[in-house]
C-alpha cells in the first residue's frame, strides 16, 4: 500500500521514508526538535542532533508531534544554523578523520600552488576531478533514484530519515571538495604570477623564484654531465679499449691479437691493405680462422671484402696447443692414425702419437700442405679445425668445399709413404671420412716424424709401436 503523506495529503512510492512533494517524514511515532528539527525516537528525552531537552511527556505511539509536521509543512532553509547542525554533528563525532582530510588537502593545494609556475597539467586534472565530484554529490541530492544509492552506499552509520542534504558527511565532503576546486582554479589562473600564495607574499614569491631556478640548473647540471660522460667513454674506448689487439697499429698485429671488427675497419679505413704477396695475405686469412674471437666471422669477411682469396692454399700451422679445439685433435689424430696404419714399414704396427696434440696437429697440416692441393682452402682448414660455427657462416655467404677431397701426402720413412684422403660432407661441413693407400717410392717431401732416422730400424723416440693394428 503506497504512504500518505500526513502534512499534504499526497501519495508515495511504497518504501519511502520522505514524501516526494514535501518532504515530510512518513515515518509514525518520531519527535522532532523544536531547536534543530531532527528527528528522534519517540521516547528519547533529548535531541541526538544537538543534545537539547525533549520533555518528559513521550509521544504516543503512532502519532506524529506538532513540531514534526509544523517542520515538514515549512522546512527550514539552507542558509539557517539548523541546516549545518549534521555538518557540526558529523566534524564532532570524526574529529581525527576530519583534521587529517583537511590537512591533506591544505598541503596538497599549497604544494601545487607553489609548484604552479612549472606544472600545468596536473593540477587542472586534479582540480578538474574534485570540481567533478562535487557536481556528482549535488546531483545525487536532487535526484530521488541517485540519493537512495549515495544514502545507502556512504551513509549507511546515519539516520536514514534524514534527507541526504542534511548528512553532515554529505556536507563535509561538498565542502572541501568545493573549496579545494575554488583555490585550485584560481591558483591555476595566476600561474604566470607564481600562485596565489607567491603573488600575495612578496617574500615568498622570492624564495619560490630561487628554488625553482635552482631545479632547473640542477637539470642543466646533469644533461651536461651526461654528456661528459659519453664523450668520456667515447674517448676511453678509443685511447684504451677493453681489447688490447684494439691498439695495434697493422693488420698483422691486429689479426694476431684477436682484435674487433671495428678495430680492423679502422685500419683499413685508414689506408692499410693486405700484403700483396698472396701467401702472406693467405697467412692473415688463416691467424683470423684460428684466433678465437667473439668477431672472427666479420673479421674474416673483412680480410675476404679486401682482396683474401677464400679459395687460396693455407698452411694450418698453430704454435699454441691451446687453439687446437677438441674436434680439431679428433681429426688430426684420425688423419695421423691412417696415414701411419698406411704408411707403416712394419706390416699390422703403426705408431701412436696420442699424447702430442699440437704435434699431431702440425704434422697433419704439413702432410695437406704436401699434398696436390699444396694445402686446405680457407672452408676445409675450418672444418679440420672443428670450428663450426666459421664453417657454417662461410657456407651461408656462398663459399663451398672443393670437389676434390683434401689430399695428404704422408712418409713414415725411407720407402714408406702412404696418400691419404680427406672428405667433406658439403652439408654438414664435417670431415666425412678419410682413405689411405700406401705406396713404395722415393723419399718425398712429406713431414719426417720427430726424432726418426731413416736407417733405424727400431721406432722413434716418442712414439710406441704397438701390436697388430686393429681394425677402425
Not at 140 to 164: K, Q, Y
Amino acid at each position: 500500500m503506497n504512504p500518505v503523506c500526513a502534512a499534504c495529503a499526497q501519495h508515495n512510492e511504497a518504501g519511502a521514508s520522505f514524501c516526494e512533494h514535501c518532504g515530510a517524514s512518513l515515518q509514525p511515532a518520531r519527535r522532532a526538535c523544536p531547536r534543530c528539527a531532527s528527528f528522534n525516537d519517540a521516547d528519547a528525552r533529548f535531541c541526538k542532533g544537538c543534545g537539547a531537552s525533549l520533555g518528559a511527556q513521550a509521544a504516543a505511539p503512532g502519532a506524529v508531534s506538532t513540531p514534526v509536521a509544523h517542520a515538514a509543512k515549512a522546512p527550514p532553509p539552507l542558509a539557517t544554523p539548523q541546516s549545518f547542525a549534521g555538518l557540526y554533528h558529523f566534524v564532532r563525532s570524526h574529529l581525527l578523520i576530519v583534521n587529517s582530510l583537511v590537512g591533506f588537502a591544505s598541503t596538497a593545494v599549497a604544494l601545487l600552488d607553489f609548484l604552479s609556475p612549472r606544472l600545468w597539467v596536473l593540477p587542472r586534472v586534479i582540480y578538474g576531478a574534485t570540481a567533478l565530484l562535487a557536481c556528482v554529490l549535488l546531483a545525487t541530492a536532487m535526484v530521488p533514484g541517485l540519493d537512495r544509492w549515495l544514502l545507502g552506499w556512504l551513509f549507511r552509520s546515519e539516520d536514514p530519515r534524514h534527507p541526504l542534504w542534511r548528512r553532515g558527511g554529505w556536507q563535509f565532503a561538498v565542502l572541501l571538495l568545493a573549496l579545494v576546486s575554488g583555490f585550485g582554479f584560481e591558483s591555476v589562473a595566476k600561474a604566470n604570477q607564481g600562485g596565489v600564495l607567491a603573488s600575495s607574499i612578496p617574500g615568498l614569491r622570492g624564495w619560490q623564484a630561487r628554488l625553482l631556478s635552482i631545479d632547473s640548473n640542477l637539470h642543466l647540471v646533469k644533461a651536461g654531465v651526461a654528456a661528459a660522460n659519453t664523450k668520456l667513454d667515447r674517448i676511453e674506448a678509443d685511447v684504451d679499449p677493453a681489447n688490447p689487439a684494439d691498439r695495434c697499429a697493422d693488420l698483422p698485429c691486429a689479426i694476431d691479437g684477436g682484435a674487433s671488427a671495428k678495430a680492423v675497419r679502422e685500419l683499413f679505413a685508414r689506408g692499410q691493405s693486405l700484403p700483396a704477396n698472396p701467401a702472406l695475405a693467405a697467412s692473415l686469412l688463416w691467424e683470423a680462422a684460428a684466433t678465437p674471437n667473439p668477431d672472427q666471422a666479420k673479421v674474416v669477411d673483412l680480410l675476404l671484402q679486401h682482396g683474401a682469396d677464400a679459395q687460396a692454399a693455407l698452411l694450418p700451422i698453430l704454435e699454441d696447443a691451446r687453439l687446437v679445439t677438441i674436434a680439431g685433435q679428433r681429426n688430426s689424430q684420425a688423419i695421423y692414425d691412417k696415414a701411419e696404419l698406411s704408411a707403416s714399414m712394419l706390416p699390422g704396427t703403426f705408431a701412436a702419437y696420442s699424447d702430442r696434440t699440437l704435434q699431431t696437429w702440425d704434422s697433419m697440416a704439413s702432410c695437406v700442405a704436401d699434398g696436390a692441393a699444396r694445402g686446405p682452402t680457407l672452408i676445409q682448414a675450418a672444418a679440420l679445425l672443428g670450428n663450426a660455427t666459421l664453417v657454417a657462416h662461410l657456407m651461408h655467404e656462398g663459399i663451398r668445399f672443393p670437389a676434390k677431397p683434401l689430399l695428404c701426402s704422408w712418409s713414415a720413412g725411407p720407402g714408406s709413404h702412404a696418400d691419404v684422403w680427406v672428405h667433406f660432407d658439403p652439408a654438414t661441413g664435417q670431415v666425412a671420412r678419410i682413405d689411405g693407400s700406401a705406396f713404395v717410392a722415393p723419399p718425398m717431401r712429406g713431414l719426417m716424424l720427430p726424432g726418426s732416422a731413416p736407417a733405424a730400424p727400431a721406432p722413434s723416440p716418442g712414439f710406441a709401436v704397438q701390436g697388430p693394428a686393429k681394425r677402425r
